[in-house]
T-cell receptor, first 114, second 111 residues
Framework: GNSVTQMEGPVTLSEEAFLTINCTYT??????LFWYVQYPGEGLQLLLK???ADDKGSNKGFEATYRKETTSFHLEKGSVQVSDSAVYFC?????????????WGAGTKLIIKP | SQTIHQWPATLVQPVGSPLSLECTVE??????LYWYRQAAGRGLQLLFY??????ISSEVPQNLSASRPQDRQFILSSKKLLLSDSGFYLC??????????FGSGTRLTVV
């Protein structure tokens, strides 16, 4: 079946540190992969996505590369800011064409200290 | 452009009272619509999804129900709230690119 596994949080970093949040998946076929961000008290926002192997999604300084050989989609940012503090969710869509439900990771809370 | 509206933003209701949360989408037609619940500090739990008017699929048996009376309207209801219904409720729609657009959420506290 399809599943998404994220590293457990919270992840606590100092401002300007390098960030990696691990995400691995299991899926049949060729899923699309997503990262969503949820700031305190708000709904989720799409951060970035990748629809095929070796694609790199990027937005707001965050990047993630779709690695089919390692079934991973790790989120990275070179220099985090306090404003990046949020919960980050990795997700996959089993079929790009059919509006299937997203399969969600449990979320990773990121805390950035000044 | 497509937008999604969800209301109210916060709600405090007594145990045993009814519930109605509304979600509407603008700028698209025949979207897939979803209701999620997020307990404090927890991940997302899919409650209901709908692929068309009057078509509702329930993922988790519970005290809640959903309806889709119009193409771009999705309603979450309960006849009698329980304490365990407290949480953050999120509506979302899917427009065909495989990703979701979420509403801003409703914080429900049952007292």
């Amino acid at each position: 079946g399809n599943s998404v596994t994220q590293m457990e949080g919270p992840v606590t970093l100092s401002e300007e540190a390098f960030l990696t949040i691990n995400c691995t998946y299991t899926a049949t076929g060729y899923p699309s992969l997503f990262w969503y961000v949820q700031y305190p008290g708000e709904g989720l926002q799409l951060l970035l996505k990748a629809t095929k192997a070796d694609d790199k999604g990027s937005n707001k300084g965050f990047e993630a590369t779709y690695r089919k050989e390692t079934t991973s989609f790790h989120l990275e940012k070179g220099s985090v800011q306090v404003s990046d503090s949020a919960v980050y969710f990795c997700a996959l869509s089993p079929d790009m064409d059919s509006n299937y439900q997203l399969i969600w990771g449990a979320g990773t809370k990121l805390i950035i200290k000044p | 452009s497509q937008t999604i509206h969800q209301w109210p933003a916060t709600l405090v209701q007594p145990v045993g009272s009814p519930l109605s949360l509304e979600c509407t989408v603008e700028g698209t037609s025949n979207p897939n619509l979803y209701w999620y619940r997020q307990a404090a500090g927890r991940g997302l739990q899919l409650l209901f999804y709908s692929v068309g008017i009057g078509q509702i699929s329930s993922e988790v048996p519970q005290n809640l129900s959903a309806s889709r009376p119009q193409d771009r309207q999705f309603i979450l209801s309960s006849k009698k709230l329980l304490l365990s219904d407290s949480g953050f409720y999120l509506c979302a729609w899917s427009g065909g690119y495989g990703g979701y657009t979420f509403g801003s959420g409703t914080r429900l506290t049952v007292v």
